[in-house]
């Protein structure tokens, strides 16, 4: 198992209390293997994934949209840093190998 590309993940909630609202951020990696794709506690083999894409304003910590195809329906994930490594080892990885395509 070879570690291709890695993709912070930002998860966003929300608390309520008494005389407040909090937002709480936390992160997790998306790791992409020359097998398969590991979301947090989600493992996607390559075969099942149609298409990773995303979606990112330029501006200095805005927040973006990376969106995984797959046959179980499209997952949709918050990001901060530019998805553009994963993507394009995802393509590459695709155009290699014809089972993926």
Not at 30 to 52: G, Y
Not at 66 to 73: K, Q, S, V
Not at 84 to 94: D, E, H, I, T
């Amino acid at each position: 198992m070879n570690l291709l590309a890695s993709q912070r993940c930002v998860e966003i909630h929300q608390e309520i209390g008494w005389t407040e609202k909090r937002i709480i951020e936390t992160s997790f990696d998306m790791k992409l293997f020359d097998n398969k794709l590991i979301v947090k506690d989600d493992t996607f083999e390559l075969t099942s994934i149609f298409d990773i894409s995303y979606r990112k304003k330029p501006e200095l910590n805005a927040m973006g949209f990376l969106y995984l195809h797959t046959n179980r329906g499209v997952r949709t994930y918050y990001i901060k840093d530019d998805a553009y490594p994963l993507v394009s080892a995802y393509q590459k990885l695709k155009s290699e190998r014809p089972e993926l395509r």
